[in-house]
């Protein structure tokens, strides 16, 4: 499972911030998002309601597992037409992007997406759910949270392949007992939620990094032209 905070909306206040506060050891008052935090970042369920925000309010926010997958083939063909079908359908699990943590954060040396500009939060724009362009990131990205986990869930035509036999009576005239010509496309149509490049990941870092996209290579789309031509 993804394990990490639920995010419960973004600070619009320096006094939604400043009200969060608990009491530690020695009697003193501290700031539940400690001093780095202003508005704009994201607000973070504290899961047991003591006031600190620590590894105790993490839970489980995601799966990388789907419910159920399931395919469908099928081969169908009118006259001298033949169509080829492949149909796979992934639902139900969850995926971790781990491209936005440094896509929508001034992290390093790395870009940002565009839709920050419009979609991040603003004093002008305090409806939006992704945090601001600035802040601090070991509030807003250095936490895995469920600000990252989106649906993993997916329909994807693994291969779509048209087909035309021209009749014996005519390729035989050019001496060829069969000839078909062939349209096929693998990977071209995928139905999903998924803001990423592909909800269907490759290679991962072993068995403990599954269903989190790290940059991963795509599943090329590929579209070929084909004679077949029997002598």
């Given at each position: 499972a993804f394990w990490g905070y639920q995010v419960e909306g973004i600070f619009n206040t320096q006094s939604e911030i400043d009200a969060l506060t608990y009491v530690d050891d020695n009697g003193i008052t501290q700031q539940t998002y400690g001093p780095n935090v202003g508005p704009g970042d994201y607000r973070f369920i504290d899961q047991n309601n003591d006031g600190i925000l620590n590894e105790e309010d993490k839970v489980n926010i995601g799966s990388p597992y789907p419910d159920f997958t399931l395919g469908f083939t099928g081969d169908f063909s009118y006259k001298g037409f033949d169509l080829n079908l492949f149909l796979y359908w992934n639902y139900g699990n969850e995926i971790f992007n781990t491209v936005k943590v440094f896509t929508e954060t001034p992290y390093e040396q790395t870009n940002m997406v565009s839709y920050m500009l419009t979609d991040a939060w603003t004093p002008d724009n305090p409806d939006a759910t992704i945090a601001q362009l600035g802040g601090d990131r070991q509030n807003n990205y250095a936490r895995a949270s469920d600000a990252f986990?989106?649906?993993?869930s997916f329909l994807r035509f693994k291969n779509i392949s048209l087909g035309y036999t021209i009749p014996q009576n005519i390729s035989r005239k050019a001496k060829i007992e069969k000839l078909?010509?062939?349209?096929?496309?693998?990977?071209?149509?995928?139905?999903?939620?998924?803001s990423g490049r592909d909800p269907e990941l490759g290679s991962t870092w072993g068995v403990f990094v599954q269903k989190a996209d790290l940059g991963n290579y795509t599943?090329?789309?590929?579209?070929?032209?084909?004679?077949?031509?029997?002598?």
């Open positions: 986990i989106e649906s993993g078909r010509f062939y349209v096929a496309l693998q990977n071209y149509f995928t139905i999903s939620k998924y599943i090329p789309k590929t579209l070929n032209f084909g004679i077949n031509a029997t002598f």
